[in-house]
């Protein structure tokens, strides 16, 4: 059993900068890819960044490719999302996720079996 709990959201100005972590319990989670995703009022949640469970591959949503880094600490059972040049648009409720051990990284929400509580993200204009 893997716990998630997200912290750092907040409230920032259009071009400013966030970083988000993720901290996760289990001994699994070095084993296990991650991923970031968000949802804003009325709209689905989707996908934003993910990473291998070494840490050496990434992959980001168009939207935010260029703006956002992923990256995780395993001795530190934590992962992170680095978000600058904030847009209004990236106004969303950002949750981590977690893959079974040693699975695929992934841009499907329903691929992840664990997911944390979610922290708010507002950038305003």
């Known amino acids: 059993q893997v716990q998630l709990v997200e912290s750092g959201g907040g409230l920032v100005q259009a071009g400013g900068s966030l970083r988000l972590s993720c901290a996760a319990s289990?001994?699994?989670?070095?084993?296990?890819?991650m991923g970031w995703f968000r949802q804003a009022p009325g709209n689905e949640r989707q996908f934003v960044a993910a990473?291998?469970?070494?840490?050496?591959?990434?992959d980001y949503a168009d939207s935010v490719n260029g703006r956002f880094t992923i990256s995780r600490d395993n001795a530190k059972n934590t992962v992170y999302l680095q978000m600058n040049s904030l847009k209004p648009e990236d106004t969303a409720v950002y949750y981590c996720?977690?893959?079974?051990?040693?699975?695929?990284?992934?841009?499907?929400?329903?691929?992840?079996?664990?997911w944390g509580q979610g922290t708010q993200v507002t950038v305003t204009s």
């Open positions: 996720a977690a893959r079974t051990p040693l699975r695929t990284m992934s841009r499907v929400e329903y691929e992840y079996a664990y």
């Open positions: 289990g001994r699994t989670f070095s084993s296990s890819p």
């Open positions: 990473i291998r469970w070494s840490g050496g591959t990434t």
